[in-house]
Antibody, heavy 128, light 111 residues
Framework: EVQLVESGGGLVKPGGSLRLSCAAS????????LTWVRQAPGKGLEWVSS????????YYTDSVKGRFSISRDHAKNSLYLQMNSLRAEDTAVYYC?????????????????????WGQGTPVTVSS | QSVLTQPPSVSGAPGQRVTISCTGS?????????VHWYQQLPGTAPKLLIY???NRPSGVPDRFSGSKSGTSASLAVTGLRAEDEADYYC???????????FGGGTKLTVL
C-alpha cells in the first residue's frame, strides 16, 4: 500500500524548534518530488516547501525561508522538515504529500499528476 | 488572501449539479500551469480529486469533472450526494511567487 506517515508534531514555545518526519512506503521513494503543506486551524491549505527527487532542488514559501529546512533520506525512505525560530503563526497541521513542485533548467511548474498521496498530518502548536 | 480565488461556499440538493470556480491570473492558471483539485472531508487529510486540469485519479467517480479556460478553472459535481459534503481546493503554480498556490477553499453543502 502506498503510504505516507508523518510524526514529530507537538507543542513548542515561540522561538523553539521541531523536526517533522514523514515515512514513505509502497512506492519508489527516490522517483518522486515531495512536499510539505500546512493548514492552520480553521483555515485553508498552504504550501510550505518542496524537494526534488534527488534532494538537490529545494523550494520554500517566503514566510519560512531561513527558518525551515527540508531534507530527505533515501536510505530511510523518509522526508523531514526542520523548523526553527517557530512563531505562533506556524501553528497548523502539517501534511507531507507525494509530488508538488518540479523545476527543470530554471523553469518551475506544478507536476502534472498533482499531489497524489497525502499523509494523515501531524499537528504543530506554537504557544507559550 | 489567496492568489487563486474560490467562492467560500456552494450548495445544492441531492442529485443536482454544482460548480466551483477557481480564478487566477496570467502568472498562474493563465500562464499555462496545470490546475489540480483536492477534496477534504471533515477531519481528514486532503485527497487528490482532479489532476492535470481535467483528469480523475483511479477511484474518483465520474460525477466529478474539471475544466480550465484562460485564467480560470472549474470543478463540476453532478448527481450530488451527501458524502460529497466537504471542502474543495484548487491548486496551481505561480511564477511571480515561484511556488505552489492554493485557492482559499470552498465548502460544499448538500442540502
Amino acid at each position: 500500500e502506498v503510504q505516507l506517515v508523518e510524526s514529530g508534531g507537538g507543542l513548542v514555545k515561540p522561538g523553539g524548534s521541531l523536526r517533522l518526519s514523514c515515512a514513505a512506503s509502497g512506492f519508489t521513494f527516490s522517483g518522486h518530488s515531495l512536499t510539505w503543506v500546512r493548514q492552520a486551524p480553521g483555515k485553508g491549505l498552504e504550501w510550505v516547501s518542496s524537494i526534488g527527487s534527488s534532494g538537490s532542488d529545494i523550494y520554500y514559501t517566503d514566510s519560512v525561508k531561513g527558518r525551515f529546512s527540508i531534507s530527505r533520506d533515501h536510505a530511510k525512505n523518509s522526508l523531514y522538515l526542520q523548523m526553527n525560530s517557530l512563531r505562533a503563526e506556524d501553528t497548523a497541521v502539517y501534511y507531507c504529500a507525494r509530488g508538488g513542485l518540479y523545476c527543470t533548467s530554471g523553469l518551475c511548474y506544478t507536476g502534472y499528476y498533482g499531489m497524489d498521496v497525502w499523509g494523515q498530518g501531524t499537528p504543530v502548536t506554537v504557544s507559550s | 488572501q489567496s492568489v487563486l480565488t474560490q467562492p467560500p461556499s456552494v450548495s445544492g440538493a441531492p442529485g443536482q449539479r454544482v460548480t466551483i470556480s477557481c480564478t487566477g491570473s496570467s502568472s498562474n492558471i493563465g500562464g499555462g500551469y496545470d490546475v489540480h483539485w483536492y477534496q477534504q472531508l471533515p477531519g481528514t487529510a486532503p485527497k487528490l480529486l482532479i489532476y492535470g486540469n481535467n483528469n480523475r485519479p483511479s477511484g474518483v467517480p465520474d460525477r466529478f469533472s474539471g475544466s480550465k479556460s484562460g485564467t480560470s478553472a472549474s470543478l463540476a459535481v453532478t448527481g450530488l450526494r451527501a458524502e460529497d459534503e466537504a471542502d474543495y481546493y484548487c491548486q496551481s503554480y505561480d511564477r511571480s511567487l515561484s511556488g505552489l498556490v492554493f485557492g482559499g477553499g470552498t465548502k460544499l453543502t448538500v442540502l
